[in-house]
């Protein structure tokens, strides 16, 4: 093994909490080793010297929380230490020194490693793309310089640098990075592909369309400077169980002194109540929930989420890229005259290839699907949002809306009956012509996704009392696919304000209730923000949806909000019952500690072991 890989491994010696844990336990160690050469005087110095190198800094945190009105769990820990010093009771002092560093340690332990899932996303931020020049060269080019509409090549064993779609060959991706999927994924062209996977085979070609900013890895490089900002929350459950422990803690100390007269009972009982299971259960369990989220492909914005996701007794879902895929298929496709459906999507979708619409990219996959061979473009204009026309294999081929064949010289009337047809039934259309006549319509549709029935499903029987959805879509559209999926409530024709309206009102209505908002669009970001908790589904590409969210599902699955809800309810239930089983176990040891049967150093060794214990427990919300 090289010294190298070893220094690697070693490198969690070097952080500071583990320095300053490591100098306590040497100082016990060494106190207790000129205590046993009979250096009595020597080893209390030593003890002495590690209580208050410890005491300063707390004592510090202490004022400033009580500045702030904030009376947190540190507060015992300090008068235990500054009343060992006190009575000279110096081991004591040392041990819960030792045991505050300890924990201080472990504490930031658990959040490198919940956190590890997500720096390890930073790590491959792609910094570079091969572009194709109009000429048809390659040139490096930094991945911030790529536009929507560049052609890039990314090559085996690459990451893709911007959100894109496959344009030539299919492709085999390495997704474990953004989903945790160990297999890599075969992507067909026409599919969509987020930036941050890593190409496992031959080289492809991809249109890039978002830029560097605002593709999936620029959304998750801010998304982790969230999570690592927000570690206060952590202690927020520990602060709640504070207030009633401290009280508690005081009054047995205060009793133990004045009914025996001596005041080293009463240091043994401010010891044993030292509150490391507050101190370390919650975060380590909270925090070990946020790791477990993430290898699911959750990523969650603290600790403080996963108590509130742990609540939610409300879930209000938007449908478009929610509930369904957000990636229209072909329904069916009709023709007029002579033409074939298969010429139809032919010429359609060589004409899309040029176009970094979703809807061009369904007509690409649908045709390498059926194997029709596809022509490159030339010639092509293209209008936003109402069509595109250009040159295929010598034909005119125009695609788009009645209006756009319209302005191209085509009379779409022989189609009309179809469109009018199709938009009775709530899908989308595009209108095929060729060289100035009819050809064909295309009907889309976006399908509900696989799992969307499962997902409601578990979410009622995780306790969840209502499902809603809240969709922009047509009343009639929407309450078809609340009946297919189980959900309770709908809301139709919704604009963002009215999203946002729907919210408070199952806030602040009869229900009362503790709402997540999912959604995945720019419409759904008020909403997010007025929630509870807001959960962005940001597959297939970032939105603004998940700056605005509290979570954001990384996977392109929608039952990723049903094991986010379970994973948080199983780590807040888990860091509360360690809270309350150290807590207990610590009042029987005061109970001992007050009426003499528990000296400090024997209660400082003890409260040890119900840390061990706590903490062990609060390991749980790791696992499955």
């Not at 991706?173 to 160990?182: I, K, Q, W, Y």
């Not at 979703?358 to 092509?380: E, F």
């Not at 509360?576 to 207990?584: D, E, F, N, P, Y």
């Not at 003499?596 to 790791?622: M, S």
């Amino acid at each position: 093994m090289s010294s190298s890989t070893i220094s690697g491994r070693l490198a969690w010696v070097r952080e500071p909490d583990v320095l300053v844990a490591i100098a306590a336990l040497l100082g016990v160690v060494a106190g207790l080793g000129l205590a046993g050469a009979d250096q009595h005087t020597a080893a209390d110095v030593v003890w002495a010297v590690v209580t208050g190198a410890l005491l300063i800094p707390l004592t510090w945190s202490v004022v400033r929380s009580l500045l702030r009105r904030d009376v947190g769990v540190d507060a015992i820990a300090l008068v235990a230490m500054a009343g060992a010093l006190a009575l000279q009771e110096f081991l004591a002092g040392a041990v819960v020194a030792l045991m505050l560093a300890g924990g201080n340690a472990l504490e930031a332990a658990a959040g490198r490693r919940a956190r590890h899932d997500l720096e390890a996303l930073v790590a491959r931020v792609p910094k570079w793309a091969m572009r194709r020049a109009p000429g048809g060269d390659l040139e490096r080019v930094p991945a911030d310089e790529v536009v929507p509409g560049d052609v890039l090549l990314v090559r085996a064993g690459e990451i893709v640098p911007v959100d894109g779609r496959i344009v030539d060959v299919p492709a085999l991706l390495d997704e474990s990075a953004l989903t945790g999927e160990p297999l890599p994924v075969e992507r067909m062209p026409g599919d969509s592909v987020r930036s941050g996977v890593a190409n496992a085979a031959e080289a492809f070609e991809l249109v890039a369309t978002r830029p560097a900013s605002e593709s999936a890895y620029a959304a998750i490089v801010r998304l982790v400077e969230e999570a690592e900002s927000q570690r206060a929350p952590f202690e927020r459950m520990a602060d709640r169980y504070a207030m009633l422990l401290l009280p508690v803690t005081l009054v047995a100390a205060g009793l133990a002194w004045a009914l025996s007269g001596d005041p080293v009972r009463a240091l043994a009982v401010l010891v044993v109540a030292t509150p490391c299971p507050l101190i370390l259960a919650a975060p380590i369990a909270l925090v070990s929930g946020l790791s477990r989220a993430a290898r699911k492909g959750v990523v969650l914005k603290g600790g403080v989420v996963v108590e509130q996701l742990a609540r939610t007794t409300a879930v209000l879902l938007d449908k478009t890229g929610t509930l369904t895929m957000g990636q229209p298929e072909i329904r069916r496709i009709a023709t007029t005259g002579d033409a074939r459906e298969a010429d139809v999507l032919r010429l359609a979708a060589s004409l899309e290839q040029h176009s970094a619409h979703v809807v061009a990219g369904a007509l690409v996959q649908a045709a390498h699907r059926d194997d029709l061979p596809l022509t490159l473009p030339s010639d092509v204009h293209q209008v936003h949002g109402q069509g595109i026309e250009g040159s295929i294999d010598g034909r005119v081929v125009s695609v788009g809306s009645a209006d756009w064949l319209r302005s191209c010289g085509i009379d779409p009337g022989a189609l009309l009956d179809h469109r009018d047809a199709a938009d009775g039934e709530g899908r989308g259309v595009v209108l095929v012509g060729v060289d100035r006549r009819p050809a064909g319509l295309i009907v889309l549709e976006d399908p509900v996704r696989p799992d969307a029935r499962a997902m409601v499903a578990r979410l009622h029987e995780a306790g969840v009392t209502e499902v809603a959805m809240a969709t922009g879509d047509r009343r009639d559209v929407a309450e078809a696919v609340a009946a297919d999926l189980g959900i309770d409530v709908v809301h139709a024709e919704c604009s963002p304000e009215d999203k946002v309206a729907v919210v408070m009102a199952m806030r602040e209505g009869e229900g009362r209730h503790r709402v997540a908002m999912v959604g995945d669009g720019i419409n759904d970001a008020p909403a997010l923000a007025t929630a509870d908790v807001g959960v962005a589904m940001s597959a297939p590409g970032a939105t603004i949806a998940s700056e605005t969210a509290d979570a954001v599902v990384m996977v392109d699955r929608v039952d990723g909000v049903a094991d986010a809800i379970a994973t948080s309810r199983r780590a807040s239930g888990i860091a509360r019952q360690s809270v309350i089983a150290g807590m207990l176990m610590s009042f029987v040891a005061m109970g001992f500690a007050a009426f003499g049967y528990l000296p400090p150093v024997a209660g400082a060794l003890l409260q040890e072991g119900i840390d061990v214990i706590v903490i062990l427990n609060a390991l749980r919300a790791l696992r499955a």
